[in-house]
C-alpha cells in the first residue's frame, strides 16, 4: 500500500519556524519528486517547492524564496519542509505529494495534508 505520511504541523507565532516531514512506503522513494503544496482558507491549492529524484529544487512560490528550504532523505524515504520566517499568509493545509522523476510531472500519490496555522 502507498502511503504518504505528514507531521509537524502546528500553531506558529510570526516569524517563527515549523518543519514538516513526508514518510513514504509502498513506492521507490526515490525514483519520486517529491512536491510541497499548501492551501489557505477560500483559495486554490498552490505549489509551494519541490525536490525532483536527482535532488533538483524547484520554486513553485516565489513568496517563500529565502524562508522555506526542501530537503530529502531517501535511506528514510522521507522529505522535509523547512519553513522559518513564518508570514500569517503562509497559514494553510499543507500537502505532500509524489510524481515518478521529475517535479513537472503529474502528482499520483498524496500526503494526508498537515494544518499550519500563524498567528500575529
Known amino acids: 500500500e502507498v502511503e504518504l505520511v505528514q507531521s509537524g504541523g502546528g500553531l506558529v507565532q510570526a516569524g517563527g519556524s515549523l518543519k514538516l516531514t513526508c514518510a513514504g512506503s509502498?513506492?521507490?522513494?526515490?525514483?519520486?519528486?517529491i512536491g510541497w503544496f499548501r492551501q489557505a482558507p477560500g483559495k486554490e491549492r498552490e505549489g509551494v517547492l519541490c525536490?525532483?529524484?536527482?535532488?533538483?529544487?524547484?520554486e513553485f512560490a516565489d513568496s517563500v524564496k529565502g524562508r522555506f528550504t526542501i530537503s530529502r532523505d531517501n535511506a528514510k524515504t522521507t522529505t522535509y519542509l523547512t519553513m522559518i520566517n513564518l508570514e500569517i499568509e503562509d497559514a494553510g493545509v499543507y500537502y505532500c505529494?509524489?510524481?515518478?522523476?521529475?517535479?513537472?510531472?503529474?502528482?499520483?500519490?498524496w500526503g494526508q495534508g498537515t494544518q499550519v496555522t500563524v498567528s500575529s
Open positions: 505529494a509524489a510524481a515518478p522523476g521529475s517535479c513537472y510531472q503529474r502528482y499520483v500519490f
Open positions: 509502498g513506492f521507490t522513494f526515490h525514483d519520486y519528486a
Open positions: 525536490i525532483s529524484n536527482s535532488d533538483g529544487i524547484i
